[in-house]
């Protein structure tokens, strides 16, 4: 069974630092694209970093330079550092894969994806 579980999320103050985790199993997902969603309700999801399969990292603007996308291959995990957290980036975050692909095309569109974890919740308070 395919399968893409998050944890790690929590309720921060502003400033404050995370680690979200993206456990796979089911399919060798480290080898191809994965990424990092967020959504608040009402408003589309949003990619926030991306990974190709050879290592690559893409970020939306708004978390360059604080949030930092990686993998553990022998873990089957994927990561992301979240620092320097504001209001803004409280939302559900989800993990994303493709099975099959080393790049996408446009790693920001969640069309892009063909796997998708729950996702695990971030709050930032002020």
């Known amino acids: 069974q395919v399968q893409l579980v998050e944890s790690g999320g929590g309720s921060v103050q502003t400033g404050g630092s995370l680690r979200l985790s993206c456990q796979a199993s089911?399919?060798?997902?480290?080898?191809?694209?994965m990424a990092w969603f967020r959504q608040v309700p009402g408003y589309k999801r949003e990619a926030a970093a991306y990974?190709?399969?050879?290592?690559?990292?893409e970020y939306r603007n708004s978390v360059k330079g604080r949030f930092t996308i990686s993998k553990d291959k022998a873990r089957d995990t994927l990561f992301l550092e979240v620092n320097n957290l504001g209001p803004g980036d409280s939302a559900m975050y989800y993990c994303?894969?493709?099975?099959?692909?080393?790049?996408?095309?446009?790693?920001?569109?969640?069309?892009?994806?063909?796997?998708w974890g729950l996702g695990t919740q971030v709050t930032v308070s002020s």
């Open positions: 089911g399919h060798d997902y480290l080898n191809y694209v």
């Open positions: 990974l190709s399969g050879s290592g690559v990292a």
């Open positions: 994303a894969a493709d099975q099959a692909r080393w790049v996408v095309p446009l790693w920001s569109s969640p069309s892009e994806y063909d796997s």
